[in-house]
């Protein structure tokens, strides 16, 4: 028996809900939830929350940030990865570093950076007035290289030990260092998931064709404009939080399709939880697969996320 799409939101909702327990109880050691809550492990408890909490915005963040450009760009590789916007935060947030501010003013940095790499994108790629799909994501590309390229010459040639400690945190960690910057990237993430959320009927209608939605009186360019802002405001806040995290906005949106079907007012609720779900999942992983160290968590949604992606695009073949 088929479910219906709410009947699906609540099992993606009850599914996050026992992930979060079970990344509350398991770690490097696993300790029952009866045991975290006494007086003596409050500070295990927090950490543990903490590290959930960033995964479900950085999850929930990615996802809908994917689903947002893949919509208004009609290309399914779409993503802030791919679109040089990770790539740009990453070396705003490693410019502070090497001037000497405190990290404090790392979010401020990282979206500058974002900002520049989107507009550096925006402009390679428009032609007059309009901005061609395949000419955004081939200059998404090579400036994403560029900038990548950047940002590890910059990190071999330091003498700065805080820069070359960088590269592991480049990769993707979700360890909180600041309670305070936690808040304020999920407020920004929050504030730009509702945003794109608004605009789920324009992403409809986007998706589509830019044609039929001009023919519906909505202004596709100005979407674009205003997705692109909100996807760069989002993907600098998770990057000067918890680095460079690839894959999560590219799958996480083909399978929801798959699960609930293209309406975006649906895709994005789904996308979101599906999206905190898989990321929660790989921190666990990341924290659990080695006693001794813990790996990246951008290195799990790596190889978590490309044979995903080549299993979809094969069916998607097989399909056509």
């Known amino acids: 028996m088929r479910l219906s799409l709410n009947k699906k939101l609540i099992l993606l909702l009850i599914i996050l809900i026992f992930v979060i327990l079970l990344g509350i109880t398991k770690g490097s050691v696993d300790i029952p939830l009866a045991k975290l809550l006494a007086a003596s492990n409050k500070g295990i408890l927090l950490l543990r929350l903490s590290r959930i909490m960033l995964a479900i915005i950085a999850g929930s963040g990615l996802a809908v940030s994917g689903i947002a450009l893949q919509a208004t760009l009609r290309n399914p590789l779409a993503e802030p990865y791919i679109l040089g916007t990770s790539s740009g935060a990453g070396l705003g947030a490693v410019a502070i570093i090497i001037l000497g501010f405190s990290p404090v003013f790392m979010p401020i940095s990282a979206f500058i950076g974002a900002g520049i790499a989107m507009i550096l994108v925006y402009n390679l790629a428009r ?159 990341s924290r659990t697969a080695m006693q001794t160290v813990e790996i990246p968590i951008g290195v799990i949604t790596a190889i978590i996320g490309a044979p995903v992606f080549i299993i979809l695009l094969k069916s998607k073949q097989k399909v056509r």
């Not at 799909?133 to 940002?151: C, Y």
């Not at 990057?239 to 399709?257: E, K, N």
């Not at 895709?267 to 990321?279: R, T």
């Open 127 to 285: 032609q007059g007035n309009k901005v061609p799909v395949q000419s955004l994501i081939l200059s998404g590309v090579i400036v994403s290289i560029a900038l990548s390229g950047i940002l590890v010459f910059i990190v071999s040639v330091s003498s700065n030990e805080a820069l070359h400690g960088l590269m592991w945190w480049l990769w993707g960690s979700l360890q909180v260092y600041d309670l305070r910057l936690l808040l304020t990237v999920g407020i920004i993430t929050l504030a730009g998931l509702i945003a794109i959320f608004m605009l789920s009927q324009d992403l409809n209608a986007i998706s589509i064709g830019e044609e039929e939605a001009i023919h519906l009186g909505i202004n596709a360019e100005a979407v674009k404009k205003i997705v692109f802002f909100i996807t760069s405001l989002i993907t600098a806040g998770l990057v000067s939080t918890c680095g460079v995290i690839g894959f999560v906005g590219l799958i996480i949106p083909h399978i929801m399709r798959l699960v609930v079907g293209p309406n975006h007012k649906i895709l994005i609720p789904a996308s979101c939880l599906a999206g905190a779900i898989f990321m929660i999942i790989c921190d666990l992983i």
